[in-house]
């Protein structure tokens, strides 16, 4: 029994969806049996040794140029080489933008099923089960793997990490038989958002504002407080449509969806499409002036006034807070 | 230029979700069956592409059962030329089930563009696109937010965390759309009326084995009903408190 996990790196970073993955990894072979094994390929080394304190057994690298940027058929080749020579029991991916394009691919090479976003895995009388949203969130599917590898990728934020105080773990070197040909589908370049903001998926706060704040102008009451609580700026899709805030701010169906440690809705009526993409937030607070908003059906806290003084008020309150400590 | 549009029939978003008596499908009655929403904004990139060239043919194909046709129907009047729908009722095929399907049924048509949605809004696999790649031996870029072409290949953006990647990539090639690729056009009355002339092929599926086993569908747990803290600037307080002590996030 070996648990393999898929370790992302993007410019000599290792990405903390990975770390989550091997939380994950840990945990599982507890009852199903180690050893967690990540594989990796980059130009460079980015650190592995240290993945150790994540949870990490060994891991198997691949390195060479085609590994600089993202190449979805050389990462598959990686991939596949170490499920080859490691014969994994499981294989995990974060549910990245990475690992959502190279994971179905390995599946299909290796021709086993693959769950992807994940919720929770959950070892029963030797097999897997994976749970995953359906419908937007609105129901719950769990699936079973009649083959091995089982292949799963995991919803980002929703797994815990682990640390283990000044673990290392040795680093494999990982052949892999690459053809010459240059590659399909060439990154050329990677543009960073505005501001180097960081991702919502990865955000740990996020402040998302809607319709309510009734003009783009006025979004900076989201972006102070936001800012008072080291949170990223979300929206609801009537203010992207609106072209206040760019899509790659949408939180919802059709946008991204996120499972942050604090969620803080402000004018967001909490339509069935934004709930999709923000109700596995663990801690969510509504702001809205009307009592009767569906947003506080799913709000652990809410408060019901005119987001034009409430917000600031709150931000004050948070700013002094941060003073105190 | 041959460009492949694969469409899936999905329960409207609104619908809500009521688990079939298996306990492991949705139940379909009263469920409204539209174009699954990211599939439009493939739609319509191949038809700009048709269009942008000047020629060409958009086939667009389905796998499902006895409905399909009715939304292939609104493909069509759209401005694809024909269609093929692959006939498969039972119960829902894997995402690799239908791959192998559709890898089947489009490898002998020499497509120049296959098209797909980033992600099937009722099982949210977001799988087939990339497992089709495999299957047909093509580069696949996923979750496409903007495609220029230009001759043999195309230069595309996808969002990625914190910010986007510029990829090139030479055809022939699978792509995903994302919402923002575009603005998909509505059927005109020439088009709804020029779709009626048009065909739609229909074959069985060639499913293979199942790849993953569906053990239950549930309505998630809900969560607990939230609480109001108060009304106005006089709650803040309260809320900092709350969210400091009780649910320790701040
Ligand atoms: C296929 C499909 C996909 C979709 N995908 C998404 C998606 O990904 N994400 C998404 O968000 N939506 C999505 N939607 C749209 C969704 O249905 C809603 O239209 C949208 O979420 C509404 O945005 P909103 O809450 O900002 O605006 P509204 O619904 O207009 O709500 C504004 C809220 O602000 C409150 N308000 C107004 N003034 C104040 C004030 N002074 N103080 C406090 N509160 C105030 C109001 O009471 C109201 O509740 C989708 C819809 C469809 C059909
Ligand atoms: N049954 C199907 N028939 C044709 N295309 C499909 C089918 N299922 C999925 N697709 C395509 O694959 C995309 C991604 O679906 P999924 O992997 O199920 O999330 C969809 O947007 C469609 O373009």
Redesign the interface.
């Known amino acids: 029994m070996s648990i393999l996990v898929f370790i992302e790196q993007r410019e000599g970073r290792v ?1 903390p969806v990975s770390r989550e993955a091997l939380g994950e990894a840990t945990r599982l072979a507890a009852t199903l049996g180690g050893p967690v094994v990540g594989v990796c390929a980059a130009s460079a080394d980015p650190g592995l040794a240290a993945l150790g304190a994540a949870g990490a057994d060994k891991v198997l690298l691949a390195t060479g140029p085609r590994f600089e ?2 190449d ?2 050389a990462m ?1 080749a990686a991939v596949v080489a170490a499920i080859e020579s490691l014969e994994p029991d499981l294989v995990l991916f974060a549910a ?3 690992g ?6 390995v ?3 290796i ?7 994940c919720t929770a895995l959950t070892p029963q009388g030797g097999t897997l ?1 994976a749970s ?16 091995k590898p089982a292949m799963a990728s995991l919803r980002p934020k929703v797994f815990a990490t682990i640390t283990r105080e000044g673990a290392t773990t040795p680093v494999e070197r990982l052949v892999v038989a690459l053809d010459a040909a240059p ?11 505005s501001g ?4 919502l ?2 955000s740990e ?1 996020i402040v998302s504002g809607g319709r309510g704040l009734k003009g783009p102008e006025h979004f900076d009451l989201v972006e102070n407080l936001a800012a008072a ?1 080291g949170a990223t700026v979300g929206a609801s899709r009537a203010v992207v449509d609106a072209g206040w805030r760019p ?2 701010d949408q939180v919802g ?3 991204k969806t996120v499972s942050p ?2 969620y803080v809705a402000v004018g967001i009526s909490g339509a ?2 934004h709930l999709a993409g923000m ?1 596995s937030s ?5 702001i809205n002036k009307d ?1 009767d908003a569906p947003i ?11 987001l034009f ?2 917000v600031p ?2 931000t004050e ?2 700013q002094k ?1 941060n003073a105190h400590v | 230029m041959i460009q492949v549009v694969c469409i899936k029939q999905v329960a409207d978003t609104e619908t809500r979700v009521k688990v079939a008596a298996d306990g492991k499908s949705l139940d379909p009655a009263g469920v409204t069956w539209i174009l699954n929403p990211y599939d439009e904004f493939a739609v319509e990139q191949a038809l700009r592409v048709k269009e942008q060239l000047g020629a060409g043919e958009v086939i667009a194909i389905s796998l499902g059962g006895a409905g399909v046709p009715t939304t292939l129907r609104s493909v069509l009047a759209m401005g694809a030329d024909r269609a093929i729908h692959l006939k498969a009722d039972g119960p829902a095929p894997d995402s690799l089930q239908v791959a192998r399907a559709l890898a089947t049924e489009i490898a002998p048509l020499g497509a120049g563009l296959v098209w797909l949605g980033k992600q099937a809004v009722d099982d949210d696999a977001a799988q087939v696109g990339p497992m089709l790649a495999e299957l047909l031996h093509l580069p696949c870029v996923t979750v496409v937010a903007s495609f220029e072409l230009a001759g043999d290949r195309a230069k595309v953006e996808r969002e990625i965390e914190g910010g986007r990647e510029v990829v090139e990539v030479t055809l022939p090639a699978v792509l995903t759309a994302d919402k923002g690729l575009n603005e998909p056009r509505y059927a005109s009355l020439k088009g709804i009326m020029a779709a009626k002339k048009k065909t739609i092929d229909e074959k069985p599926a060639a499913l293979g084995e199942p790849n993953l086993e569906v053990k239950s569908l549930a309505l998630p747990p809900a969560r607990s009903a939230g609480r109001i803290v108060g009304k106005g600037i006089e709650a803040v307080p309260e809320l900092v408190r709350l969210l400091r002590e009780e649910a320790k996030v701040i």
């Open positions: 990405r940027w993202y979805a058929e598959t990245s933008a990475m959502k394009d190279l994971s179905p691919r599946a299909a090479r021709g086993v099923g693959l769950a992807s976003d089960l995953r949203p359906v419908f937007a969130g609105k129901a719950l599917q769990t699936v079973r793997f009649p083959r590659s399909r589908a060439r990154v050329t370049s990677v543009v960073a958002a180097g903001k960081t991702d998926t990865e706060i609580l899509h790659a169906q059709t946008g440690k604090l069935i499409q109700s663990r801690c969510i607070v509504a009592p506080f059906k799913v709000a652990d806290y809410g408060l019901v006034g005119d003084e409430v008020a709150l309150a948070v807070l």
